[in-house]
């Protein structure tokens, strides 16, 4: 009966932190990758976000640099077989266009997924926005502040390119709203 009920706590651990990622508790200015939840950065403690350049679903040249130069930027980290980031994708896709107006720019990493896959997820879920096709994981890597194993991940770089916020885990409306609302008024 043990060990029955900690085979699932460890699947209940799993399903509550993502795809794989690592548990923890959530604490503002820290830099451990296995805090799970929302982690904001104080403007003296942000770092420059890697730059990424890659493909989209179709095959076009992508730059991180280039789409958020003085933009907010929100970078998530999904996958279609990703259960967590089946679930915070229509919400994502639903605030990249409330958000568009504000200047706010929206950009997705699909990781370790095929194209026909990611290309047909990301249309169900409304996510308009482009994504960089990632199915070795290349550009996550250089994401180093960002779980390799565990997705859904998202990183939110002020207008400077400076990461400002990260959530390890699925994302929820409220946390995006709060640290977007924030970084739009700083503009």
Avoid at 1 to 30: D, H, W, Y
Avoid at 41 to 60: E, N, Q
Avoid at 126 to 147: E, I
Wanted: hydrophobic share 45%; charged share 15%.
């Amino acid at each position: 009966m043990p060990r029955r009920f900690a085979v699932v706590l460890i699947a209940a651990s799993i399903t509550l932190t993502g795809c794989g990622a690592a548990a923890g508790g959530s604490t503002k200015g820290s830099s451990s990758v296995d805090v799970v939840g929302l982690t904001t950065y104080a403007i003296s403690d942000r770092h420059s976000a890697p730059a990424l350049k890659g493909k989209t679903f179709d095959g076009t040249a992508l730059s991180l640099g280039s789409v958020g130069q003085g933009k907010v930027v929100v970078l998530n980290v999904w996958a279609s077989w990703c259960g967590p980031c089946r679930e915070e994708s229509p919400m994502l896709g639903a605030a990249a266009k409330s958000y568009a107006a504000q200047g706010v720019v929206f950009v997705g990493i699909d990781e370790a997924d095929t194209t026909s896959a990611g290309r047909a997820f990301a249309t169900s879920a409304g996510m308009t926005y482009p994504s960089f096709v990632d199915p070795q994981g290349a550009l996550l890597s250089k994401l180093k502040m960002l779980p390799q194993m565990g997705i859904p991940s998202t990183l939110v770089l002020d207008t400077h390119g400076r990461i400002a916020a990260r959530v390890i885990g699925p994302t929820t409306a409220a946390e995006l709203k709060q640290v977007l609302d924030g970084l739009v008024a700083q503009t």
